[in-house]
Each structure stands twice: as structure tokens, then as C-alpha cells.
């Protein structure tokens, strides 16, 4: 299997990689980077899922000809959530009419963070919306395979006591009510080495991914790549996770997007197994 993040917060120097990732792209053809996840997954068969779009078409459009994709070239788009910087990217594939996986409340109200100054909206844009009536889309929250060897982990119970979707809010009707980001999914992937998990960005917990995961699968965690929203997070709940990552015998980790500063530095100083991916990162897994 091959991953290829193709939107992250930040791009990477195609002259430094380690062991397990290689850095794509060129002086002259570069990835641009914005605030947002996608990232490509292909099967030992050469079939491509895509898992979330990014913000904007203009980025996602730049990087995949980078690698030389277009959105035809895709069996599945999987959207682990409804918020603009994993589903901005979406119309191209809509309208090439590759099939659109997630969760049925993924695309339902209007959504909005509190955590900055004031309330944001970050719903889904318009132009997103407005295609979805064109779109093959396949909604469910239960786990379905998306092509031999990818599946989706389905809706993912909330059990930790220290992982919380906080600082978020959805419209519902008329009125606005607190947002626990009961759609995120993440994604599997079955590998000689035990499981691969793909997070969008872990409203749902980090912790509470892999520990659904492994219940669910009965499978050996190997990787968790993605978004581990801690950006902001205090030091406890930080090494809470990491403790908990550890004791549920993750091998490898390459956390991306929403984790944030903090977090990144004590997995990177503490956790054995840490990999950088950002956009323009490809990674072969056996």
C-alpha cells in the first residue's frame, strides 16, 4: 500500500526523509499547503480512496498534479467530517462522479467554532453544499469497505475521560446546540504489519480511535497518521495520550494538521516511532 498526504498545514523539504517516508515534488513543481488534511491511499491492486479534500479546489488541484492525479483517477472519497478544511476540496470529484463516502449528520447545519475570539463559522462551503445533490453519495455510520483492504472504522464511542470536542457548536432546526463531532470516522487499512488508522483530525479522541480500532478489528495497531486535535491542549491531556498510545502498543505514529505545536514536540521527544508527513510526503507500507 502506498499514502501520499496531499494536504497538510504545512509542506515538506523533498530533501530530507527518513526510513519510511520519501518527500515528493520539485523546485520548479511544488505542493502547496494550506489549513486542512487529505491524503491518498492506494491498495496493493493500484485502486485510490481519497480520505477528506482539504479547504480549497485550488490546492488539492495543484497537488494532485504534482503526483500526477486527477479526481477520475479515484474509486472512493471518504469525508471523515463536515468541517470546511477536510471537505472544501470536494466539487472535482463530485463532478467526476467518483462515489462520496460519511456519516449520515456529516453535512447537516451549520457549523462553528468558539475557540478563538469569536464564533467562526467553518460549515462546508457553499459550493460544496450546493453540489451534493449531483453527488453518489453513500451515507452510513457503520464501518463499510470502501476497496479491498480500506475500510472505514464507522461511528466511534466516546469512553475516555479526558478527551473532549470542546469549543464547537451546530445548528439544529432553530436552534444552536453544543457540537460533539458525533460523525468523525476514521479509515483502516490492513497491512503485513498490523493496522494502519487514517484520522481526519480526532474530535472523537485519539485514544478512543485506536482503542475502537483494536476492539473492532481484533488487529495489531501498527500507524495512526492524521490529525490528533490537541493544538491547545494542556500537558496532562497530552501525556495522557502518548501514555495511552503506548499502552495500547501503537507502533508508529505521524501526527499531521490540527495536533498542534505542543503536542507535536513532546511525541517527537518521547515516542520512538514518530514520522512527519506533511503535504508532499509518500509513504510505502508492507
Known amino acids: ?28 513543481k511544488g505542493f502547496w499547503a494550506e489549513q486542512g488534511f487529505s491524503m491518498m ?30 479526481p477520475k483517477d479515484f474509486s472512493a472519497v471518504f469525508i471523515t467530517h463536515g468541517h470546511y478544511d477536510h471537505v472544501g476540496g470536494l466539487v472535482p ?21 468558539t475557540g ?10 457553499p459550493q460544496v453544499m450546493a453540489a451534493l445533490a449531483r453527488a453518489k453519495l453513500n451515507l452510513t455510520s457503520a464501518s463499510v469497505e470502501l476497496v479491498p483492504g480500506i475500510r472505514t472504522s464507522g461511528e466511534i464511542p466516546r469512553t475516555t475521560d479526558f478527551e473532549h470536542a470542546l469549543n464547537f457548536l451546530r445548528d439544529e432546526g432553530d436552534r444552536t446546540v453544543e457540537d460533539t463531532i458525533i460523525e468523525e470516522q476514521a479509515v483502516y487499512l490492513v497491512t503485513k504489519r498490523g ?45 495522557k495520550t ?27 521527544d518521547r515516542f520512538v516511532g514518530f514520522e512527519l508527513m506533511p503535504a508532499g510526503s509518500e509513504m510505502e507500507l508492507y
Do not use: W
Open 242 to 268: 502518548m501514555d495511552q498510545l503506548k499502552n495500547l502498543g501503537v507502533d508508529r505514529i505521524a501526527p499531521l494538521h490540527c495536533t498542534g505545536f505542543e503536542a507535536m514536540k513532546n511525541f517527537s
Open 116 to 125: 478563538g475570539e469569536s464564533k467562526t463559522d467553518i460549515s462546508a462551503p
Open 41 to 70: 491511499v492506494e491498495n496493493e491492486t493500484g485502486q485510490k480512496v481519497l480520505v477528506d479534500t482539504g479547504a480549497t479546489e485550488a490546492v488539492i488541484s495543484n497537488n494532485l498534479k504534482v503526483v500526477g492525479l486527477e
Open 195 to 239: 493496522l494502519v488508522i487514517i484520522t481526519g483530525c480526532s474530535h472523537a479522541g485519539i485514544v478512543n480511535i485506536v482503542t475502537h480500532a483494536k476492539k473492532s478489528t481484533g488487529s495489531k495497531v501498527h500507524l495512526v497518521i492524521g490529525g490528533f486535535h490537541l493544538g491547545g491542549a494542556s500537558q496532562d491531556r497530552i501525556r
Open 93 to 113: 470529484f463530485i463532478d467526476a462522479g467518483v462515489p462520496i463516502y460519511t456519516h449520515p449528520r456529516t453535512f447537516q447545519g451549520k457549523r462553528y467554532s
Open 1 to 28: 500500500m502506498r499514502l501520499i498526504t496531499l494536504v497538510e498545514n504545512a509542506t515538506g523539504s523533498p530533501n530530507v526523509q527518513s526510513r519510511m517516508v520519501k518527500k515528493l515534488g520539485t523546485p520548479s
